[in-house]
């Protein structure tokens, strides 16, 4: 059984910036495309940013520029350093899988596409104050 454990999420003054891990447990499959995605309250969960087996990254247009998503799969860990954080950051991150499928690229809608990763975590809460 896969389990995605996210840690790092915290309070944090607008402007600040925080960095949430994340740690696959079970085989998740190689190479695998993994992400981040966030739920403010009243809204709609949505894609943040996603990383594919090669490295190759997507960004939701809201946070290009400030957030960076990293991996080690030495250790299986996905990351998300977030810089110049602001009110509408605030919400509940979730860490994401493709699953046992190999995914080389993420496709364009990764971002949109919550059916395409097959494994989410419990999720961590961020939320900024100004």
């Known amino acids: 059984e896969v389990q995605l454990v996210e840690s790092g999420g915290g309070s944090v003054e607008a402007g600040g910036a925080l960095r949430l891990s994340c740690v696959a447990f079970g085989y998740i499959g190689s190479p695998n495309c993994m992400g981040w995605f966030r739920q403010a309250p009243g809204k709609e969960r949505e894609g943040v940013a996603v990383?594919?087996?090669?490295?190759?990254?997507r960004y939701a247009d809201s946070v290009k520029g400030r957030f960076t998503i990293s991996k080690d799969n030495g250790n299986n860990s996905l990351y998300l350093q977030m810089n110049s954080l602001n009110l509408e950051d605030t919400g509940k991150y979730y860490c994401v899988a493709r699953g046992t499928a190999p995914c080389l690229s993420p496709p364009k809608d990764a971002l949109s596409a919550k059916g395409f990763f097959g494994y989410w975590g419990q999720g961590t809460q961020v939320t900024v104050s100004s």
């Open positions: 990383i594919g087996g090669d490295g190759s990254t």
